[in-house]
């Protein structure tokens, strides 16, 4: 099986058009997820990935490549603490590595997310001062 990055587009929607059933399939459902998870986020395209920003942060991506699916947690602290609690799956420095034939479960994803949200609200705060 081939797995091509999507170049060129514009939105979540363009980007999914251009990812194989399998993978279009696993990145649908976690882009729904986030949606879920992220009330009133802003999706746009960011390095080429659908990015999510919450709160004037970007907290995770997604995208896809000739190696399979993964989520960009977008902050090497967080990935390694996420690592050691999540240790059933593969990370590679900030990113975590899926197939679609595998996706990842609600909790993990949820647990990632709120690590992002928490430590982008400590950085917020600590900026305050």
């Keep these: ?4 990055k999507p170049k060129g587009h514009t939105d979540v929607a363009s980007y999914l058009a251009q990812v194989s059933a399998p993978e279009r399939e696993a990145l649908r459902a976690l882009h729904e997820l986030m949606l879920s998870l992220l009330p009133g986020a802003e ?6 990935v659908p990015t999510y920003r919450f709160e004037d942060r970007n907290v995770v991506s997604w995208g896809v ?3 399979g699916c993964s989520l960009y947690v977008m902050s090497p602290a967080a ?4 690592a050691v609690a999540l240790p059933k799956y593969t990370f590679s420095g900030a990113t975590l590595h899926f197939s679609a034939a595998a996706p990842l479960p609600k909790t993990v ?21």
């Design 1 to 4: 099986m081939t797995i091509v």
């Design 43 to 48: 999706v746009r395209i960011s390095y080429q």
């Design 65 to 67: 490549s000739s190696s």
């Design 79 to 82: 990935a390694k603490q996420l």
């Design 109 to 129: 994803v949820k647990k990632i997310v709120s690590a992002r949200v928490a430590e982008n609200r400590a950085l917020t705060a600590a900026r305050r001062k």
